[in-house]
């Protein structure tokens, strides 16, 4: 089990699902979603969250500042 | 054991800057626009710059950066930005001034303008951002557009013949002497927008310290002008763009200009 684990918030009504996050993500954590935002396009999601290590390359990429990116060590390591 | 990470501020890593509004940017999704306006404002936020800085947007997509950065704006003429930020700089030399301009402002309208500046040896910094395209007016042929290239007015491709060649601004400029610094970076990727921050951090300090004028171009992608998807954009970028338009540090002057 990763000792630092991370995770990413998405800010979902300014997300324009250009999926540049996605591609960017070495441990392929982002996917877009099915739904859409009240804009119609759909957003980014973490569709495999554990695999997360919030490096951060995904929010640096972000061309609309949606993505906000936590991390933290393991409490009961 | 499996953990949750907790979503507090202490473990927060990477975020919205607050010098960004909350604006939602009216740019084509992935545009290259965003995060340049990003890394901007972080680097003005780490200079701690906030009440220092005037920028001058240009005319094209980017016109209303001013919605975007919380900082003094002035918008200039089309091509003009060069010449307001000169302006700007004499009359409050204490202020950090940088222009941020496309290539149809800065390398077809904004020519003259811009190379008399970067002749004059201002202390400003003019971030060039290089998509090969007019954007905002539906993707015509612009000077830098690559050759082959398809677009709006040039639909079986640029020719050299009828159309003459793309050319490369940053190294015209960086054979002028009151230019300073010149790079070309790009924000396609995590590894690259890291590297464009730095070269942003860097201009921003010759500005400060009065070295000269700092030229930051960015090579970018117009997903929407080039009709692709955002994330084809950027690898056509790379396969196309990038052989032309080659990154790294162009002019990098160690001795500060004469006085």
Known sequence: MAKIKGTVTVDVEKCKG?????????????ALSKEVNGKGYPFAMQANPDA???????AVVCPDSCLTVYRQRDPNA | MSFQVEITPENKVYGKTPLLTDNVMHYCPGCSHGTIHKLV??????MGLQDKTIGVSPVGCSVFAYNYIHIDWIQAAHGRACAVATAAKRLTPEKMVFTYQGDGDLSAIGTAESIHACNRGENIVVIYVNNAIYGMTGGQMAPTT??????ATSPA????????????IAEIV???????YVTRQSVQ?????????????QAFENAM????LSFVEMVSSCNSGWKQSPVDANKWMEENMFPFYKLGDIKVATEPKEA
């Open chain 2, 209 to 212: 310290a009065g070295k000269g």
């Open chain 2, 157 to 168: 491709g640029r020719e050299a013949a009828i159309h003459g060649y793309p050319y490369k």
């Open chain 1, 52 to 58: 997360c290590t919030g490096c951060a390359n995904c």
């Open chain 1, 18 to 30: 250009c999926g540049v996050c996605v591609v960017a993500c070495p441990t392929d954590v982002l």
């Open chain 2, 174 to 180: 960086s054979m002028l002497d009151g230019v300073c």
């Open chain 2, 41 to 46: 404002a972080e680097v003005i936020e780490e």
């Open chain 2, 146 to 151: 690559l050759l082959g290239m398809k677009t």
């Open chain 2, 189 to 201: 990727s995590p590894a690259a927008a890291r590297k464009a921050k730095k070269a942003l951090r």
